[in-house]
């Protein structure tokens, strides 16, 4: 019935409906792009000449990002000046709510121009802030990070310090983010704390037997995966509502004794003996409502805490791995499901690779 209909294309037009948008719009779509095509917008009209002085989100972003590049450093040469240039140049008026720079290379030389992007970042009140970047660990000791306005950190392969993020002087922090970090620090003490993720990081304290301590009572979700050193000791988290936790072959919380007898209250092996009295993770996640916990056998770290008998009031949905249906008993699955009295899904990935 539609044969031999025209559809006639709808008329073209010289308008320029984008630039008849609001300023306001515009610097918000500017916001999503990297700083550098942001910046290259002013030669498109005469209304768009000075807009990315305005954006609120500024990502910086080198051409070879997520490429390890070779020893010749000269391509992000001309980045750093571009920043410094841009950060001169915006309006100071404006806050900034997004930094993210993301390198495919950093060195120590370039430190300083790393401090005065995150210190002109933190005096336009900042609220996120990214910083990642491939290579060594890049030491971040002199850099001291404190702000009432700062809401989210994500650090990638960097080195921290007691001095670098002042947890007392960020009272909005609300996310916290660290991937195969170097984490020297002791404490982690946040009221505001509700995300807390530490991936494929090295635990490093100048005192080698020290764990550190995380005290984050209003945490909703807690991620820890791939860690390398002892795990962390957490308090009470009475508000978390989800917890993945995987404790792999990278550990140092590992039984000597695993292969033979395991270890007794009397003759535990040097590193079993270091075990706090109370306990290190379980009775601090135990409210949540959906767990992850996957272990390999011979760390110890669950089933000591297993022994102070944590009561699973909450969780609802539970993932769990082989650790916990070891022969002859299955014990300590048995002790989880007893102490579980709401668990409504559980799952049991018995071939997994931690």
């Excluded at 609001?22 to 910046?39: G, K, M, R, Y």
């Excluded at 110890?300 to 022994?307: N, P, V, Y």
Aim: hydrophobic fraction near 40%; aromatic fraction near 8%.
């Amino acid at each position: 019935m539609f044969q031999g209909m025209l559809i006639s294309p709808p008329p073209v037009s010289g308008a320029d409906r984008i630039s008849a948008l609001t300023d306001n719009v515009l610097q918000d779509i500017l916001s999503l792009l990297p700083a550098q095509e942001a910046v290259r917008t002013c030669v498109l009209a005469r209304s768009w000449r000075h807009l990315w002085r305005s954006i609120t989100s500024l990502r910086i972003l080198s051409p070879n990002t997520w490429y390890i590049l070779s020893k010749d450093p000269e391509p992000a040469r001309d980045l750093w000046k571009f920043v410094d240039n841009l950060l001169n140049l915006r309006d100071k008026r404006t806050e900034l709510h997004t930094l993210e720079i993301k390198f495919g290379q950093f060195s120590e030389e370039d430190l300083p121009y790393l401090s005065l992007w995150i210190r002109s970042a933190v005096m336009c009140k900042v609220s996120s802030l990214t910083f990642h970047h491939i290579g060594p660990y890049l030491c971040l000791d002199g850099l001291h990070l404190a702000s009432r306005h700062l809401r989210t950190v994500d650090l990638a392969s960097v080195a921290l310090e007691d001095s670098f993020l002042d947890f007392a002087s960020c009272p909005a922090l609300e996310d916290f983010k660290l991937h195969e970090c170097k984490i020297c620090f002791l404490g982690i003490s946040s009221t505001s704390l509700k995300h807390l993720s530490i991936t494929g990081c090295i635990f490093c304290p100048h005192d080698s037997r020290r764990r550190l301590h995380v005290s984050a009572p209003s945490l909703a979700s807690l991620k820890l995966d791939g860690l390398i050193g002892i795990a962390p000791i957490f308090e009470n988290m009475l508000l978390l509502e989800m917890a993945c936790v995987s404790l792999g072959d990278q550990g140092a919380d590992f039984c000597c004794n695993h292969f033979k007898s395991g270890c007794g209250a009397d003759n535990a092996c040097p590193t079993c003996a270091d075990y706090p009295g109370d306990y290190v993770l379980l009775a601090a996640i135990s409210s949540a409502r959906h767990l992850e916990l996957i272990s390999k056998p011979e760390n110890f770290i669950f089933a000591r805490d297993l022994e102070h008998r944590p009561i699973f009031s909450n969780v609802k949905t539970l993932l769990l791995n082989e650790y916990w249906c070891e022969a002859p008993d299955c014990g300590r699955l048995a002790c989880v499901l007893k102490n579980s009295p709401v668990l409504e899904k559980l799952t049991l990935e018995l071939f997994s690779e931690v």
